[in-house]
T-cell receptor
């Protein structure tokens, strides 16, 4: 079946602009994660949703970052007043959500460049 | 929180040789250790994972070993091929339950180059 998809794949924003990044998880997957991957680094956790509930947002770097998953499927990561340090690849991952299921499936990411 | 260290940062081998990448973790409560392969501009893809109730797992040319006492785990690739060239990431998590929700903490990555 279809994997995790993300859009747009590339986004260029001028400093100060707001951006919205979309994630479509695998159908039926309960758990959804957002990670930020800086150039040459491993992904770093941003936030976690179980269905529509945001249960962990401890990784969000500032209050300019906001995520939602209102109907428990598609999720949007919004960054307000973008800064150059926000430039990174933003990865979304979904997991089936059963306690026996640990594997996370990643999307292709959105590469954000802030100029 | 969890901290994962990965070595080496780059690894260059000849086709047919073996490659070994090592990771250490800090949180003894971690119980799930996946390895991801990421080609340039592509999504991370799971290649193998291991849970803390086993010490070794093998899938064709790829194997992972886990030493819970020492808190380290390693990826072994045998008979390397040029298509194995990519960035490899290790990760650790506390599984799907609990208040960590299974979030992954990644190592810094290893750039593997397999020369024909």
């Amino acid at each position: 079946g279809a994997g995790v998809s993300q859009s747009p794949r590339y986004k260029v924003a001028k400093r100060g602009q707001d951006v919205a990044l979309r994630c479509d998880p695998i159908s039926g997957h309960v758990s959804l994660f957002w990670y930020q991957q800086a150039l040459g680094q491993g992904p770093e956790f941003l936030t976690y949703f179980q269905n529509e509930a945001q249960l962990d947002k401890s990784g969000l770097p500032s209050d300019r970052f906001f995520a939602e998953r209102p109907e428990g499927s598609v999720s949007t990561l919004k960054i307000q007043r973008t800064q150059q340090e926000d430039s990174a690849v933003y990865l979304c991952a979904s997991r089936a959500g059963r306690t026996s299921s640990y594997e996370q499936y990643f999307g292709p990411g959105t590469r954000l460049t802030v100029t | 929180g969890e901290n994962v260290e990965q070595h080496p940062s780059t690894l260059s081998v000849q086709e047919g040789d073996s490659a070994v990448i090592k990771c250490t973790y800090s949180d003894s409560a971690s119980n799930y250790f996946p390895w991801y392969k990421q080609e340039l501009g592509k999504r991370p893809q799971l290649i193998i994972d291991i849970r803390s109730n086993v010490g070794e797992k093998k899938d064709q040319r790829i194997a992972v070993t886990l030493n819970k006492t020492a808190k380290h785990f390693s990826l072994h690739i045998t008979e390397t091929q040029p298509e194995d060239s990519a960035v490899y990431f290790c990760a650790a998590s506390k599984g799907a339950g609990g208040t960590s929700y299974g979030k992954l903490t990644f190592g810094q990555g290893t750039i593997l180059t397999v020369h024909p």
